[in-house]
């Protein structure tokens, strides 16, 4: 028997990853849209480099990685990577709620300020998210 792929299945799992996906997107600009108070210029301030740094989006993306690898760690650690609950929440939800690229496109404009503010920043979002990752595989317990 193959384990191919059948195109109802395959369009089934599509339209999982994209459910799961609209609801991390739509959650993640909730979340963008209520930074407008920009809580953290108390802490930064208005000007330098670190004014230019997306807080509330680097918070979304580790809290994204710490939660989807808590997740794939414990209730969906034994799920096929195609089993559709781990494609609507891992895929979908966790993939639209995080968003790495959006965080590294503003390292344009910090770069513009501050070299080395945008290679701070950098080493903070990777070296942030491999910490929340193995936070979140060390949080489950069976």
């Not at 939660?67 to 794939?72: G, V």
């Given at each position: 028997m193959s384990d191919a792929i059948r195109p109802h299945g395959f369009a089934l799992m599509v339209g999982t990853v994209a459910l799961g996906g609209a609801a991390g997107t739509v959650l993640?600009?909730?979340?963008?849209?209520?930074?407008?108070?920009?809580?953290y210029v108390d802490l930064v301030g208005r000007h330098g480099w670190a004014s230019r740094v997306p807080w509330i989006l680097l918070a979304i993306n580790l809290l994204g990685v710490y939660?989807?690898?808590?997740?794939?760690k414990g209730p969906l650690q034994r799920h096929d990577a195609n089993n559709l609950t781990r494609l609507l929440v891992i895929t979908g939800f966790f993939g639209g709620?995080?968003?790495y690229?959006?965080?590294f496109v503003s390292l344009g404009a910090i770069w513009h300020v501050s070299v080395l503010g945008a290679v701070l920043t950098t080493l903070f979002a990777v070296m942030g998210g491999a910490l929340v990752a193995w936070l979140g595989a060390r949080s489950w317990s069976e």
């Open positions: 993640r600009d909730l979340a963008l849209k209520g930074d407008a108070a920009s809580w939660f989807a690898t808590l997740t794939l709620f995080t968003s690229s959006s965080l």
